[in-house]
């Protein structure tokens, strides 16, 4: 991403080297942002640790310490034994490490020269291990810490093992990154977290069918597991491929709203039971209309019994109009259908199935939707 800095009617603001370079290093910076919110916690941090050595090539060694509540703990290390450094852990009361850090400050970095330790305050283990480390003297450490709802969240320490310290640019570099990964990291843990509620939720759901209709035990998940594979070699992927996935879990949630003893019957369904099991693509859609951000994956369990001829339910949709999503979870369903086994009828092996949909492939299935099944599950 390139940004011009203009002021009033874009005439070019004069700037200087340092700036300039300040600038290419926080364009890199906020270019690299967008992929960190598609790692998990761990990796996330991983990341921005290592990246902290792009930005500040001078920096020789560095660690990344977290805190867990109770104590800062290392997860992450360049250039020490990261065994020995796990004996290092500290609480907020102490100093850390050397450093003096004013936890109810913003963030800034700061820079201190250690020109050796003092003994008296730390013991002899510590010194020990500082000394294994080479951090007991003759260094300087540049650190800053990542902040989440104002609290300390982890600290950067990067060090440089020569007394001139870091270019004054440097500190300066650290100070907006610190500042730019505490928010993108206080948005991510939110956005875990609201992740974690909606995974609940829908294995939840999945339960309560579970529990509702016995008699389809893990036809959910196998379902999912099937959608998934065959809308992967449709070349779906991320956003899409996971809605396609969750919808394909929740596809029969709306037969919450069709009597058990309908759904439990042995034997085949009267012409007024099978009018009252066709509603649970409407229940699905009320069901799940209510959560925000499940717009795509309603429709696609709302017309998961459409056909690709138009004689399908609830409103015979044809041809492409009816969602690749929704088509893909149909012949999912339908293969996962005809290999459970039914009181009224043995299970079909895969591979009878298999032919089914080649045969079924521009009447009841998407012609794509169908060639992606056969690739995707034929052994
Ligand atoms: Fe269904
Ligand atoms: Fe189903």
Redesign the pocket.
Same mark, same amino acid.
């Given at each position: 991403m390139t940004v011009k800095a203009t002021k009033g009617h874009g005439a070019p603001i004069p700037r200087r080297r340092e700036d300039d370079r300040l600038y290419d290093k926080l364009s890199l910076i906020i270019d690299s942002l967008d992929d960190l919110y598609r790692l998990d916690k761990r990796d996330f941090l991983k990341k921005v640790f290592e990246g902290a050595f792009e930005l500040i090539p001078e920096a020789e060694k560095g660690s990344f310490f977290e805190f867990d509540g109770e104590l800062y703990r290392p997860v992450f290390a360049r250039g020490y034994d990261f065994a020995v450094l796990s004996r290092l852990s500290f609480s907020p009361s102490e100093a850390f490490i050397d450093f003096e850090v004013d936890v109810s400050d913003g963030i800034r970095a700061c820079e201190t020269l250690i020109e050796g330790r003092d003994s008296e305050r730390f013991d002899p283990e510590t010194i020990a291990t500082f000394r294994e480390l080479g951090t007991y003297e003759g260094f300087v450490s540049l650190y800053a810490p990542i902040r989440v709802d104002g609290r300390v969240a982890g600290l950067i320490s990067l060090e440089r093992f020569a007394r001139s310290g870091f270019p004054r640019l440097s500190r300066k570099v650290l100070e907006y990154y610190a500042r730019l990964i505490s928010e993108f990291y206080s948005q991510k843990l939110f956005q875990d977290k609201e992740t974690s509620l909606y995974r609940d939720v829908v294995s939840s759901l999945v339960s309560a069918i579970e529990v509702m209709d016995s008699y389809t035990q893990g036809h959910a998940r196998r379902v999912a597991g099937y959608s998934r594979l065959i809308g992967a070699k449709l070349g779906l992927s991320g956003r899409e491929l996971e809605d396609i996935e969750t919808a394909a879990l929740l /596809?029969?949630v709306g037969?919450l709203g069709v009597p058990t003893e309908i759904l439990k019957k042995p034997s085949r369904l009267e012409p007024g039971e099978y009018e009252q099991v066709k509603r /649970?693509?409407a229940n699905a859609a009320k069901i799940l209309g209510e959560i925000r951000g499940f717009e795509r994956i309603v429709e696609y369990a709302y017309r /998961?019994?459409e056909r690709y001829d138009g004689l399908g339910y609830p409103d015979g949709l044809r041809g492409d109009v009816i969602p690749l999503g929704a088509q893909v979870i149909q012949v999912a369903?339908a293969i996962d259908a005809m290999t459970s086994e039914r009181s009224y009828r043995p299970a079909m092996s895969i591979e009878s199935a298999l032919e089914a949909v080649a045969l079924g492939s521009g009447s009841q299935f998407h012609p794509l939707a169908a060639r992606a099944a056969l690739a995707a599950l034929a052994s």
């Open positions: /596809h029969d037969k /649970h693509p /998961h019994h369903d």
